[in-house]
């Protein structure tokens, strides 16, 4: 895959959610809700301020971040399901 985006955006691969509850019970794909955590695949060279002066991104190709529900565009690139979003719909980096 060869997606470069642009500017304060960045492209996001979902992490799996859980099948099964801690108690056991196991969630049918139907009523299974979008993760909201995922990994950075790409992201773009920074915001440009009112000079033109490029500010780099907080985010780094790697980083496990969180995200809000309704974040991002899903794409489909070489039959992976991926989100482009702006840097400002990530709500924080999970550090590890």
């Not at 299974?32 to 060279?45: F, I, L, M």
């Not at 565009?73 to 702006?86: P, R």
Request: net charge negative; proline share 4%; hydrophobic share 40%.
């Amino acid at each position: 895959m060869a997606l470069r985006p642009l500017y304060d955006r960045v492209v996001v691969r979902r992490v799996d959610s859980e099948t099964k509850t801690s108690s056991g019970i196991i969630i049918p794909d139907t009523a299974a809700e979008k993760p909201q955590q995922g990994d950075v695949v790409a992201a773009g060279s920074g915001t440009r301020d009112a000079s033109g002066k490029t500010a780099p991104l907080d985010v780094k190709a790697g980083d496990r971040v969180l995200f809000a529900k309704w974040s991002g565009t899903e794409v489909k690139i070489d039959g992976v399901d991926l989100l482009i979003m702006k840097e400002s719909d990530i709500l924080g980096v999970i550090e590890t």
